[in-house]
């Protein structure tokens, strides 16, 4: 291969490692959980299965977190007005971090029929991460309540975790504790930390991987110039 040819290959393959490097980097996993539900309803105990999917989308320096149920759980003896049924949950927070985090919605938009599964709308909170590293979040704890009573339904099962998110810390904190975090283990968002928590992540994934490739292409260019220069004829 002719020098030319080497130079315009070496600077094309530095060109690609950028790209290649980006979309190799993961940002978070979700999947569709079924979580057994034991509800205790002031009229006895209740069980149903509802399939449930955790979902997270950047905002800011945290992450809104999503919790949908595609089925409803629980029920009333008696029909539930327009406006009567609150609900709120918790979601365990694992792998860097530890504790939960709580989400809540809006009551219910319609009247919900006597004896009816109870359809849960889409709860949501803010998680700040403070720890570097995989975050895992799992549903836990349902609470509705309604006509002044309150259900509490625990999952039975040991579902698994619905989302993983991989998050950097802000303040550079990591999963060996060495994070730099406000004191107070709770704020408006919700969410109370076991002793850890995580920040960022996707977006910054992509920076430093950005960089690297960045790097990769300059060492390239470097060497196609030398390469070059190297096979100019000496001027005398």
């Given at each position: 291969m002719s020098y030319p040819k080497r130079t315009a290959a070496l600077v094309s393959a530095a060109a690609l490692a950028g790209p290649v490097l980006l979309l190799a980097a993961p940002a978070a996993h979700a999947t569709v959980v079924d979580v057994n539900y034991q509800c205790k309803t002031p009229i006895g105990a209740k069980s149903a299965v509802s399939p449930i999917d955790i979902k997270g989308v950047k905002s800011g320096s945290g992450y809104t977190i999503t919790m949908s149920w595609q089925k409803g759980v629980s029920s009333s003896p008696v029909e539930l007005g327009k406006g009567a049924m609150k609900p709120s949950a918790t979601i365990r927070l694992g792998g860097a971090d530890s504790g939960t985090l709580a989400v809540s919605g809006p009551a219910n938009s319609a009247a919900i029929?006597?004896?009816?599964?109870?359809?849960?709308?889409?709860?949501?909170?803010?998680?700040?991460?403070?720890?570097?590293g995989k975050v895992t979040f799992t549903p836990a704890t349902l609470t509705i309540k309604a006509l002044g009573t309150t259900t509490t339904c625990t999952p039975a099962n040991n579902p698994a975790p619905a989302l993983t998110l991989d998050?950097?810390?802000?303040?550079?904190?990591?999963?060996?504790?060495?994070?730099?975090?406000?004191?107070?283990?709770?704020?408006?968002?919700?969410?109370?930390?076991?002793?850890?928590l995580p920040q960022t992540g996707p977006e910054d994934s992509t920076i430093a991987l950005g960089t690297l490739g960045g790097t990769v292409l300059l060492a390239g260019a470097a060497g196609a110039l030398w390469l070059t220069r190297r096979n100019q004829p000496v001027r005398r």
């Open positions: 029929p006597a004896n009816t599964p109870i359809k849960i709308s889409d709860l949501s909170g803010t998680y700040t991460p403070k720890r570097t998050v950097t810390a802000a303040g550079g904190g990591s999963a060996n504790g060495n994070a730099r975090s406000p004191s107070g283990s709770s704020g408006s968002s919700g969410q109370t930390d076991g002793g850890q």
